[in-house]
């Protein structure tokens, strides 16, 4: 999914209003025809497209889930707050898999990965994390695709394995700390207003509705497609991603204080993808700001687009992999 409401947080009663409002969001996770037992729903692969095959790793004693398709050079897709690999699943794993080998992972907490307990799930120790799931699965020299929040853990990645990575794709990065309420959203995440009582009123009808006005803001101005609806209002606000999607929200500010003072290092192409419609995280302040500041970056600036660009024009993640390829001296991908 995407950063969803991280830009409109401007003082500490918005953000409790948005923590109630997903509250409310929440709806019964009940199965649906055509997902895997790993929850993993393809839609209308085209004839003769890779399969994706969904798995599970265990790394640092939680179980992460992680999906792939394809073969060649290895492109590793990183989902935004909240969200989970199903995110790349309307075209966006398709695409790159004719001639890439794709991989993407559900972060902590989200989709179903696993969250620890009694530790900080900061961008730094979630760069840790997928570096050690990496490892584990031999991955060597991928191209990053991070979108929204997604887009800050692999910038935090390239800045921690600089060697280890060929290439940057951000997609709507979220890049830069705003003025969000963090420390409120902090302390309500220790509240009761995320216990079982809270969470079943939250099969209202009221929550449906304001999940879909929230969606239709992120995609604007192209249409809210009615399965990723489906989809998210299904399965995304369970209390276990709901909290992850929080604590991920309240430390990231801190997390991006510190890495934004470093982006200027890294040294690997880079291509930042935006919509000139976003209206989730600011283009000015984040993808403009971001490629003023990386030398060896470029910028696909998308017209009549939103935030939500992994599902609106997934296409676009791969002519950004093909300017990464061709800039790292690859010849064998094939043009689409």
């Known amino acids: 999914m995407m950063y969803l409401f991280r830009r409109t947080l401007k003082n500490g009663v918005r953000s409790l209003a948005l923590v109630s409002c997903l509250l409310f969001a929440i709806l019964p996770c009940g199965a649906r025809a055509g997902k895997s037992r790993s929850g993993l729903v393809r ?16 790394v640092e004693k939680l179980r ?22 199903e995110d790349f699943n309307f075209g966006a794993v398709e695409a790159l898999s004719a001639n890439y080998h794709v991989i993407a992972v559900d972060r902590p907490g989200h989709g179903l990965s696993d969250r620890p307990k009694g530790k900080a799930v900061n961008l730094e120790y979630q760069a840790r994390l997928l570096h050690g799931v990496l ?52 302390a309500v995440t220790k509240t009761p207003l995320l216990g079982d009582a809270a969470l079943i009123a939250g099969k209202a009808t009221l929550g449906k509705h304001l999940l879909r006005s929230a969606l239709q ?9 009615q399965e990723y609806f489906d989809l998210v209002a299904a399965r995304w ?10 604590e991920d929200e309240a430390s990231l500010n801190n997390s991006l204080m510190k ?9 690997v192409p880079v291509v930042i993808i935006t919509g000139d419609h976003d209206q989730i995280v600011s283009s000015k302040d984040n993808a403009y700001r971001l490629h003023a500041e990386i030398s060896n970056s470029q910028l696909i600036a998308l017209e009549n687009m939103g935030h ?27 043009a689409r």
């Open 237 to 246: 606000l369970s209390r276990r991603q709901l909290r992850a999607y929080v």
């Open 259 to 267: 890495l934004s003072r470093h982006y200027s290092k890294i040294d």
């Open 135 to 186: 490892r584990s699965l031999a991955v060597q020299q991928p191209v990053l695709v991070g979108h929204s929040w997604g887009g800050a853990l692999a910038l935090c990645y390239a800045l921690h394995y600089p060697k280890e990575i060929s290439g940057l794709i951000l997609v709507a990065p979220a890049a830069y700390p705003d003025s969000g309420e963090n420390r409120l959203l902090r």
């Open 64 to 85: 992460l889930r992680y999906v792939e398709s394809g073969n060649g050079p290895a492109i590793v897709m990183i989902h935004g707050n909240a969200g989970s690999v």
């Open 308 to 334: 939500e660009i992994p599902q609106s024009d997934p296409k676009s993640i791969y002519v950004a992999a093909r300017l990464i390829t061709d800039s790292n001296g690859g010849g064998n991908v094939s």
């Open 43 to 58: 839609r209308n692969p085209a004839t003769g497209s890779h399969p994706i095959k969904a798995n599970f790793i265990t």
């Open 217 to 225: 803001r992120a995609f604007y101005p192209q249409p809210l497609p």
